[in-house]
Nanobody, 122 residues
């Protein structure tokens, strides 16, 4: 059983940056593909970014491409999301997830964190 805990959320101004982290415990972190999803009020959870087990392959939603970077440190059991050039529409709860493959499909992920709130003011 893998436990995931996100941190790093908060309030940022438009154009600013935030770095989210997700620490995993209770399992072998390097055996899981990891991803970030987000959910804004009144909307469905949406894919943000995913990274393969060794970090060699990544993918991003079109809405964040060129602004967000995903990375992982398998030695520290930690996943990161560096968010830059933030926009008010990035405001959401951000969740990390672990699963067998790096995909945009939320159903493919077995483990989820509780989420961290990101608010971007204009």
């Amino acid at each position: 059983q893998v436990q995931l805990v996100e941190s790093g959320g908060g309030v940022a101004q438009a154009g600013g940056s935030l770095r989210l982290a997700c620490i995993a415990s209770g399992g072998s972190f390097s055996q899981y593909a990891m991803a970030w999803f987000r959910q804004a009020p009144g909307t469905e959870r949406e894919f943000v970014s995913a990274i393969a087990r060794r970090g060699y392959s990544t993918n991003f939603a079109d809405s964040v491409k060129g602004r967000f970077t995903i990375s992982r440190d398998n030695a520290k059991n930690t996943l990161y999301l560096q968010m830059s050039s933030l926009k008010p529409e990035d405001t959401a709860i951000y969740f990390c997830a672990a699963g067998p493959i790096a995909t945009m499909d939320a159903e493919a992920y077995n483990y989820w964190g509780q989420g961290t709130q990101v608010t971007v003011s204009s």
